[in-house]
């Protein structure tokens, strides 16, 4: 009888943080401006190093929440001063499986490196209109889309 209760609370653990995670992710995307998106910074794997997660266009940074954890804050912060775009391409074997399904991987350089978002092809229409988007003054790094 103790273990089956130790199995049921075990269980209810588990679906109690799913849900937790579902509530959060509908919460990140209720905002104008937010996208299901997803991240990598690390390339030492071929298709590893991706993170899911939802981006939230908020003025002149683009704000990065990774999708499985309870964090309120962003794991990465992007400025569209410092964001080059380097060239867009389809995902490639492992990566099929690491994206959402559709997505198109865009290659870009900051000021701490390369990283590469994946986004379904109209967030990638509406990244790249908010990158060229800057205010008046403002002197956006150029980009080679291939």
């Not at 900051?110 to 403002?138: C, N, R, Y």
Request: with cysteine; charged share 15%.
């Amino acid at each position: 009888m103790e273990v089956v209760l130790a199995v049921a609370v075990a269980v209810g653990l588990v679906a109690l943080i799913l849900v937790l995670l579902a509530l959060r992710r509908r919460v990140l995307l209720r905002p104008a401006g937010s996208i299901d998106m997803s991240l990598r910074t690390r390339f030492g794997r071929i298709g590893g190093g991706w993170a899911l997660g939802v981006g939230r266009y908020t003025g002149d940074d683009l704000l990065w929440y990774r999708l499985f954890a309870l964090s309120v804050k962003p794991a990465r912060m992007m400025s569209r001063r410092e964001l080059q775009v380097v060239g867009r391409r389809l995902p490639t074997g492992a990566e099929s499986w690491a994206v959402q399904a559709g997505a198109v991987i865009v290659e870009c350089q900051d000021e701490t490196g390369p990283v590469q978002v994946a986004m379904s092809a109209g967030a990638v229409t509406g990244f790249l209109s908010w990158l060229e988007s800057a205010p008046p003054g403002f002197t956006m790094p150029g980009y080679a889309a291939s």
